[in-house]
């Protein structure tokens, strides 16, 4: 295999050593080889350019995911360069994109080694990973259309994103039948909103056909939308975290309800408790009928799209809820552009689980500064002070 790339003769003749029997020559336009090479540094674009231009698989080494690493990054993604072939340095290995390890990292961990170029360039040759710019993408939950017109992926989320409820799917995988047992029959799941039997559980008033979610948000005298841009972004953690600093209650529309276990230990407790309320976009359950504030949670999938409509057009303020891993980064950059784009409002983009000075705050206020007027990243309790004071007290 021939690999090319733009450095010194001695170093393509200490790598071809190195990593014999591949043989590494000079990037150039026109030069011949079976893949190509631009590393970070200051000849960066101009070497991606070329190598795109040469019609072979291209391996990005983009180094440490920072804000450099990152833009080496989004550059290789708009060239069409795929996800596996963008190499970052991680905890101790060389991994691509998505995070898959690659190979392990040179000197303790800290460099990209050329055993681990080759690798990414052999799987690039053998698997014809050529670079391929996106003219058409297929738009996500949050990119389709306004609220009230957001498309739910059939699907449900992408394979191998992390669940921040993981004991609740670890309880549902238990109790299902072993092999060979007989499965308990099942009652069908309502359709509307989960409802509680007053009756048989004090406290919790049954609101089936009684109150309607854009009652509930009537009654309210300020109401924060939160809405989660992509599916890697937290925005459980942010809206419960919000509520919890100017002592507002977290209503939570989404297709079923997750979010309750900050609350209580079942649904019933965390609904109880007045501090948090649930909608699966039809009647809302709820132990507290006038709440002086809401923070509302908004899941895009959520069944009724009519309700999207409702809480965007009851809203007071509006954040997006973006992720802080590079998939979440630009998935998100992508859905906050078409959201301005269509002229919807939005006064606050949070970053979920970094704190304010983080560089991926910055990446979005790079992109978004002059058009969103909040962007920060909340890691602990006292940095929703910001939030509070900008998404709450402002104009009351």
């Not at 990593?19 to 970070?40: N, S």
């Not at 190598?51 to 833009?71: H, I, Q, R, S, Y």
Request: hydrophobic share 45%; proline share 8%; aromatic share 6%.
């Amino acid at each position: 295999m021939r690999v090319l790339l733009n450095v010194s003769k001695e170093k393509l003749a200490m790598f071809s050593r190195a990593a014999a029997p591949t043989e590494f020559a000079p990037l150039a336009e026109g030069a011949a080889g079976d893949a190509a090479v631009a590393l970070r540094g200051a000849g960066f674009v101009a070497d991606l350019d070329t190598a795109v231009g040469l019609g072979v698989p291209v391996v990005v080494v983009a180094g440490m995911p920072d804000g450099e690493g990152e833009a080496c990054a989004r550059a290789a993604l708009e060239y069409g360069v795929p996800g596996e072939c963008v190499l970052f340095l991680r905890n101790g290995k060389v991994v691509d994109l998505a995070g898959n390890a690659v190979a392990p990292a040179a000197r303790g961990g800290r460099a990209v080694g050329v055993r681990a170029v080759v690798a990414a360039a052999a799987a690039a040759v053998e698997r014809g990973l050529l670079p391929e710019p996106v003219v058409w993408e297929m738009p996500s939950p949050m990119e389709s259309a306004p609220p009230g017109g957001v498309t739910a992926d059939p699907v449900g989320p992408e394979p191998g994103l992390d669940d921040p409820y993981p004991a609740a799917d670890a309880r549902e995988a238990a109790e299902k039948p072993a092999d060979g047992e007989t499965p308990r029959r099942e009652e069908p799941a309502p359709a509307a909103a989960p409802k509680v039997d007053a009756a048989v559980k004090p406290g919790i008033p049954s609101l089936e056909g009684e109150l309607a979610l854009k009652d509930f948000l009537t009654a309210a005298h300020r109401v924060v939308a939160v809405f989660r841009a992509v599916e890697e972004a937290d925005s459980a953690t942010v809206a419960a975290g919000l509520a919890e600093a100017c002592g507002a209650v977290h209503l939570e529309v989404a297709p079923k309800p997750r979010a309750f276990r900050r609350y209580g230990e079942s649904l019933e407790e965390a609904v109880n408790s007045g501090r948090y309320a649930f909608c699966n976009g039809g009647n809302v359950q709820t132990a507290r009928r006038d709440p002086d504030l809401l923070v509302v949670e908004v899941d895009p999938n959520v069944p009724e799209r009519s309700s999207l409509d409702d809480v965007y057009g009851r809203a007071d303020k509006v954040a997006h809820v973006v992720g802080h891993d590079f998939n979440g980064v630009e998935k998100s950059k992508r859905n906050v552009r078409l959201w301005l784009e269509n002229g919807w409002r939005l006064d606050a983009l949070i970053v979920d689980r970094v704190p304010d000075a983080s560089h991926v705050v910055e990446i979005f206020k790079g992109t978004f500064g002059t058009e969103v007027g909040l962007i920060c990243g909340v890691e602990g309790k006292e940095s929703f002070d910001l939030l509070v004071e900008k998404l709450v007290e402002e104009e009351n």
